[in-house]
């Protein structure tokens, strides 16, 4: 088994969680357990989370699926789909790192004076 960061004993109403750190499939943070008891999970790319991302090791251990997840960033940033709507939510973000997104997030926090 795999040493992960969190675990779902950890996991309480309010709560969200950026897993940022599963970049290739060899890396996890979240115990797949994690996701299951997220009241929504967004990624940056769903088609790549779950080919490396926790998406992918949620669905290996039958936790989670694809189709549960909420929505990507980009539509949850245009508005077109709604984010958080109560405070005692489960949220989980699983980015696995797109460029062009990461790009927008520096570029932003520069012009606000973020060095």
């Known amino acids: 088994r795999k040493?992960?960061?969190l675990?779902?004993?950890?996991v309480r109403p309010g709560m969200h969680i950026t897993a940022v750190g599963s970049d290739s499939p060899g890396k996890q943070e979240l115990d797949a357990d994690c996701l299951g008891r997220a009241d929504f999970v967004v990624t940056d790319r769903t088609s790549q989370c779950a080919a490396f991302g926790e998406l992918r090791h949620a669905i290996d251990a039958a936790t989670f699926s694809a189709a549960r997840v909420h929505g990507e960033l980009?539509?949850?940033v245009a508005g077109?789909?709604?984010g958080r709507s109560s405070d005692d939510q489960i949220t989980i973000a699983d980015l696995t790192g797109v460029g062009f997104q990461d790009t927008a997030i520096a570029s932003a926090a520069f012009a606000k004076g973020c060095r």
């Open 74 to 76: 980009g539509e949850i």
């Open 80 to 82: 077109a789909k709604r």
């Open 3 to 5: 040493a992960v960061i």
């Open 7 to 10: 675990t779902p004993s950890i």
